[in-house]
């Protein structure tokens, strides 16, 4: 599938910034042998005092940016063309018993090395209610099972809700409530996953929505998501599960950043010269190219 994408994240301040200095990761990546990205172009207005562009650890694509002039909002906005492929099934999977001797076997220590992704990262801690959860639930004879069984079972109890965390609720308070956003689903698995010695990260991207059947699509409707990529062993490699619909990442899912968790991957962040608060707005189209 071929796709026309546009992402739009504004940032308005209640009082003008002097200054500011960003950081944005909007990008599609290339995933080889899934997913191609062309044309990409990421504009800033107004437009930046200095710019740097460069690829972080983990190979997403980062663009630097710093404001001297007094300003009061920010927006970046993305367009790129982006060819999506369905993954191909998994080989089969480890079983847990031997993930363990096949990660101290690994001497590989680049971006998608599964050893980075085993630890404890800054929003994802090791919580001992999750690992309990997660010894309850995982249920298979080996990574890719168990990892399935978990994504379903993430799917199952937690609520969708939008009003119930915030960018920065702590893993555990949004476990406990069982409710939450794709942020909170995808680090819900993680968790878990890393309990039970699989390595597990987190991918941020868009997924395309399909409107009823007779009715137009919805200009900036389409949305930013977020999903986990699980490691099923040596022979299975890395899989991508959406607990959020229940489903393996497919067609509809176009990856942007991928990391340990959230921090690593946020689409925009920095530091401003500034006083009061500010409000963010996003418009996300991700649009087939038969109807561009």
């Given at each position: 599938?071929?796709?026309?994408?546009?992402?739009?994240?504004?940032?308005?301040?209640?009082?003008?910034?002097?200054?500011?200095?960003?950081?944005?990761?909007?990008?599609?990546?290339?995933?080889?042998?899934?997913?191609?990205?062309?044309?990409?172009?990421?504009?800033?207005?107004?437009?930046?005092?200095?710019?740097?562009?460069?690829?972080?650890?983990?190979?997403?694509?980062?663009?630097e940016f710093a404001l001297r002039r007094p300003h009061r909002g920010v927006e970046v906005e993305v367009t790129a063309r982006v060819e999506r492929g369905r993954p191909a099934p998994p080989g089969p999977g480890t079983p847990l018993a031997d993930l363990a001797g096949e990660l101290a076997a690994i001497?590989?220590?680049?971006?998608?090395?599964?050893?980075?992704?085993?630890?404890?990262?800054?929003?994802?801690?090791?919580?001992?209610?999750?690992?309990?959860?997660?010894?309850?639930?995982?249920?298979?004879?080996?990574?890719?099972?168990?990892?399935?069984?978990?994504?379903?079972?993430?799917?199952?109890?937690?609520?969708?809700?939008?009003?119930?965390?915030?960018?920065?609720?702590?893993?555990?308070?949004?476990?406990?409530?069982?409710?939450?956003?794709c942020q909170d689903f995808s680090h819900v698995l993680i968790a878990g996953l890393r309990s039970l010695g699989v390595p597990a990260g987190y991918v941020s991207g868009?997924?395309?929505?399909?409107?009823?059947?007779?009715?137009?699509?919805?200009?900036?409707?389409?949305?930013?998501?977020?999903?986990?990529?699980?490691?099923?062993?040596?022979?299975?490699?890395?899989?991508?599960?959406?607990?959020?619909?229940?489903?393996?990442?497919?067609?509809?899912?176009?990856?942007?950043?991928?990391?340990?968790?959230?921090?690593?991957?946020?689409?925009?962040?920095?530091?401003?010269?500034?006083?009061?608060?500010?409000?963010?707005?996003?418009?996300?189209?991700?649009?087939?190219?038969?109807?561009?």
């Open positions: 599938m071929i796709y026309d994408l546009r992402l739009r994240l504004s940032t308005r301040y209640d009082a003008p910034a002097g200054a500011g200095r960003h950081i944005a990761r909007m990008l599609p990546l290339d995933v080889p042998g899934v997913q191609r990205a062309a044309r990409g172009r990421l504009a800033v207005r107004p437009e930046p005092d200095e710019r740097w562009e460069r690829l972080d650890f983990f190979g997403n694509a980062e663009v001497r590989d220590l680049g971006p998608l090395s599964p050893l980075h992704f085993l630890a404890p990262s800054a929003m994802v801690p090791r919580e001992g209610a999750v690992a309990a959860w997660a010894r309850a639930e995982g249920r298979g004879d080996d990574a890719v099972a168990v990892s399935r069984a978990l994504s379903a079972a993430v799917h199952r109890d937690w609520r969708y809700d939008g009003e119930a965390t915030e960018v920065d609720t702590p893993l555990l308070e949004a476990f406990a409530a069982r409710r939450g956003v868009l997924i395309r929505t399909v409107p009823p059947p007779g009715r137009p699509r919805l200009e900036g409707a389409d949305a930013m998501h977020a999903w986990v990529m699980a490691w099923g062993g040596a022979r299975a490699g890395w899989i991508e599960l959406d607990p959020t619909n229940a489903v393996e990442a497919g067609e509809d899912h176009v990856v942007v950043a991928r990391g340990r968790d959230y921090a690593d991957v946020v689409p925009v962040k920095g530091i401003l010269r500034t006083a009061g608060g500010q409000a963010v707005a996003q418009a996300v189209d991700v649009i087939p190219l038969d109807e561009a």
